[in-house]
């Protein structure tokens, strides 16, 4: 206890290591654990050092945000070599469309690691102006953008592309992420989601298909919706996509 906060302590905080701790604090105990005092003492300082880097809780929900839309752009990075090393081949889909499902899949694996952080996610950059939304949320958004852009959508498609991207990916992620069973220790998939609790004259169909919820793959269920979707567009009379990851 001597030695929390001392200044060779306060010395080794960043940002970046405080949005971290953050993280895993939410990953191990739940969204309703984070707070200041509880980040803190993760740390090993005083409540007051991390001020300087979240301005109190609502600063570390900003914070949250921040640190999900950097892991996104970070796996968008690391898997841009497959898809440049790719980028000779004969596409089997237009490439503005491949790289659109690159983004969900990028989405849904940062989901995966912490599905804690996704309603904040879905919700909190609503809350401010846009040019004072993480700059890793800018970036991911300006990159999708640009490569709507440079497939020949004039300016209209490509943000009516871009609002069904984030609808269907945010609302599907956050279905399949918020399923609450009744009994996590049953074996009975009737029991264990409280389906008995149901009538089977008046639910039939619910009562028949909510099983199926927890066994398919959310990744691919995400991909396919998302390839209806995209697939009613009208193809752009232009596609000059060069590929990348988010800038």
């Not at 880097?53 to 839309?69: H, I, M, P, S, W």
């Not at 619910?206 to 959310?218: C, E, I, K, N, T």
Request: glycine share 6%; with cysteine.
């Amino acid at each position: 206890m001597a030695q929390r906060d001392n200044p060779e302590r306060r010395g080794r905080l960043s940002r970046p290591l405080v949005l971290g701790a953050a993280v895993a604090l939410v990953d191990r105990d739940g969204l309703a654990a984070l707070t200041m005092r509880r980040l803190a003492a993760d740390l090993g300082v005083e409540p007051m050092a991390i001020y300087r880097y979240a301005d109190g809780k609502e600063g570390l929900l900003d914070g949250l945000v921040e640190a999900f839309f950097e892991e996104v752009n970070q796996w968008l990075r690391t898997s841009a070599r497959e898809s440049l090393a790719d980028a000779g081949a004969v596409p089997a889909e237009p490439p503005w469309r491949a790289e659109l499902r690159r983004v969900a899949r990028a989405f849904a694996r940062v989901v995966h690691a912490h599905p804690e952080i996704l309603p904040v996610v879905a919700t909190r950059p609503l809350s401010v102006p846009v040019a004072r939304r993480p700059r890793a949320w800018l970036q991911l958004t300006e990159h999708m953008l640009a490569v709507l852009a440079r497939a020949g959508f004039d300016d209209a498609t490509a943000l009516t592309v871009y609002r069904t991207f984030v609808a269907w990916t945010l609302g599907c992620l956050l279905v399949d992420k918020r399923q609450v069973v009744d009994d996590p220790d049953e074996p009975d998939v009737m029991l264990r989601l409280g389906l008995h609790r149901l009538s089977a004259a008046e639910y039939p169909r619910l009562r028949a298909l909510v099983p199926r919820f927890g066994d398919y793959d959310d990744e691919q269920e995400l991909m396919t919706g998302l390839d209806i979707l995209l697939g009613r567009l009208p193809e752009p009379p232009l596609d000059a996509f060069y590929g990348g990851g988010a800038r």
